[in-house]
């Protein structure tokens, strides 16, 4: 099971820390991704993070403002996301999976957390 926590509403240039809590056992074993649906449009991908964390992916629109981490000992990823911008508004979700091989696809997981939702205004 996933759970995601920390979204909300925030100015552009601003920070929010989005946690997804990973089920304890699964953490060290699942490739782990942020994906968003910005408003009237599908679902995209924003980060991921390898199984056991050494390799991070990002789609060009976040690279340099948003960083993917974990931390194993409370089987939690995180999304850092600085400067944030209008386009950034969206409902944020986490997912993972045993077996990922194209991590910026989101057909590659079977497990998703519940949306949050990211409202960044002008």
């Known amino acids: 099971q996933l759970q995601v926590s920390g979204g909300g509403s925030v100015q552009a240039g601003g920070s929010l820390r989005l946690s997804c809590s990973v089920s304890g056992r699964f953490f060290g074993q699942v490739g782990l991704g942020w994906f968003r649906r910005p408003p009237g449009e599908g679902r995209e991908f924003v980060a991921a993070?390898?199984?056991?964390?050494?390799?991070?992916y990002y789609s060009n629109s976040v690279k340099g403002r948003f960083t993917i981490s974990g931390d194993a000992a409370k089987s939690t990823v995180y999304l850092q996301m600085d400067s944030l911008r209008p386009e950034d508004t969206a409902v944020y979700y986490c997912?993972?999976?045993?077996?990922?091989?194209?991590?910026?696809?989101?057909?590659?997981?079977?497990?998703w957390g519940q949306g949050t939702q990211v409202t960044v205004s002008s």
């Open positions: 997912a993972a999976d045993l077996l990922v091989t194209m991590p910026e696809s989101q057909y590659e997981y079977d497990y």
């Open positions: 993070l390898s199984m056991g964390g050494s390799t991070t």
